[in-house]
């Protein structure tokens, strides 16, 4: 088996990528970074998720954004609620990370190169992308390129592949595929402002896209929330 | 006065860098990364050099990078010594770190959407550049490239400015400048390996390097040594 590296941040979408980075018969080392966001629950989840399916190689870098800032994720800047759905669809919102994408990248493909990995998994998602520039498809592949140059490897004539494969799926779709693959929706963590029991907000803009995901996929959501949808 | 963000080690490299950017006008925000590397005595150099240089607004990142591992900077490979010069022109030495410079790059990316600078300037250097891929002037603009793609500044039209301008400079060249510059290369530190005292060891690639470069530039060297050199 080849060995990918699958960031795994222990939410929706990167638990349903690591399913099928092992459907595609890839033995995952799984890398969750820790950026000093809000949701640090993201973090437990990720671990029990890699437990769950087995993944023998779990890393866990911890990079403190906190000194960099500018993020409704990492800063002083409140988590948007209860935005409507023209809301969510226009521009970038306060939970932008500046370059988040550009660092996990940047950590995973140093990680592949000691692991001897070519092949790396993100789970970004350019439908329900909630606006994230660094969610798109041609910054997935403006990073394969660059990664030929940055690298070792990538000098010495082997090139790295950045995967995808969320990339033009609903999230109603990216869930029922994670069913058919077994994935247990009740270990995963989506929430940006979870309670200090670690219920999910229901209102954040993830939790939304979250809720209505499983609604339109007729799967049942799992997930404990501390109010009822505000939308 | 424009704001640019200063990628700032405390080596001697990033330390010229640093006083050509401020030589250009601009207003340094220095970003000094913290990666789990050997040589912590970097950071303070990097603390005394921005104090020194009148530097406002200094920041340090801390990222964790032994998680991931397989350099002699951060992991359990010993720093090569004693090398001769074709050896420290032949391949990419065990003191290359994966991906180093994407990182930082990706770090110095969000503290510039951040703080509304549109410059970079990092201190990579071809001549003289130990072998890394990720010193090479295409990386750099290949950066550049994604730079524009990775963000939300990049996304509404406005991109960044990676500045290398010791590219194609030599060692010497380099020293020459900061001189005229009037660095004071006292405050700075290149060993991979120093003594628990901060002592530069003089004879790994970075020492030989400096050194050299010292001779070559007729500068004297303020670097205090554990050891006369071995090559």
Same mark, same amino acid.
């Given at each position: 088996?080849?060995?990918?590296?699958?960031? !795994?941040?222990?939410? %929706?979408?990167?638990?349903?990528?690591?399913?099928?980075?092992?459907? $595609?018969?890839?033995? +995952?080392?799984? !890398?969750?970074?820790?950026?000093?966001?809000?949701?640090?629950?993201?973090?437990?989840?990720?671990?029990?998720?890699? $437990?769950?399916?087995?993944? @023998?190689?779990?890393? %866990?870098?911890?990079?403190?954004?906190? @000194?960099? =800032?500018?993020?409704? !994720? &990492?800063?002083?800047?409140?988590?948007?609620? /209860?935005?409507?759905?023209?809301?969510?669809?226009?521009?970038?919102?306060? &939970?932008? #990370?500046?370059?988040?994408? &550009? %660092?996990?990248? @940047?950590?995973?493909?140093? !990680?592949?190169? #000691? #692991?001897?990995?070519?092949?790396?998994?993100?789970?970004?998602?350019?439908?329900?992308?909630?606006?994230?520039?660094?969610?798109?498809?041609?910054?997935?592949?403006?990073?394969?390129?660059?990664?030929?140059?940055?690298?070792?490897? =990538?000098?010495?004539?082997? /090139?790295?592949?950045?995967?995808?494969? %969320?990339? /033009?799926?609903?999230?109603?779709?990216?869930?029922?595929?994670?069913?058919?693959? =077994?994935?247990?929706?009740?270990? &995963?963590?989506?929430?940006?402002?979870?309670?200090?029991? /670690?219920? @999910?907000?229901?209102?954040?803009?993830?939790?939304?896209?979250?809720?209505? =995901?499983?609604?339109?996929?007729?799967?049942?959501?799992?997930?404990?929330?501390?109010?009822? +949808?505000?939308?």
């Amino acid at each position: 088996m080849r060995k990918a590296v699958v960031l !795994l941040s222990g939410g %929706l979408d990167s638990t349903t990528c690591l399913a099928m980075a092992r459907a $595609q018969l890839f033995e +995952p080392v799984c !890398l969750c970074v820790s950026y000093g966001q809000r949701h640090q629950a993201e973090v437990e989840s990720a671990r029990r998720v890699a $437990q769950a399916m087995g993944v @023998a190689d779990f890393r %866990l870098v911890a990079v403190d954004l906190r @000194a960099v =800032g500018g993020s409704a !994720l &990492t800063g002083d800047i409140p988590v948007p609620k /209860g935005r409507s759905e023209a809301e969510l669809g226009a521009g970038v919102p306060e &939970t932008y #990370v500046p370059a988040r994408n &550009t %660092l996990l990248l @940047a950590l995973a493909l140093g !990680l592949s190169e #000691v #692991v001897g990995a070519r092949d790396i998994f993100i789970g970004v998602n350019a439908v329900d992308y909630s606006g994230y520039p660094d969610c798109r498809p041609e910054f997935i592949r403006a990073f394969e390129a660059l990664s030929k140059l940055a690298t070792k490897s =990538g000098a010495e004539g082997e /090139g790295f592949r950045i995967h995808a494969p %969320l990339s /033009g799926m609903s999230k109603a779709e990216i869930l029922r595929e994670g069913v058919r693959l =077994g994935v247990d929706y009740g270990l &995963t963590h989506s929430c940006y402002d979870p309670s200090a029991q /670690g219920l @999910a907000c229901g209102s954040c803009d993830s939790c939304q896209l979250r809720r209505r =995901g499983f609604e339109q996929a007729g799967v049942k959501d799992p997930t404990r929330y501390s109010s009822e +949808p505000r939308s």
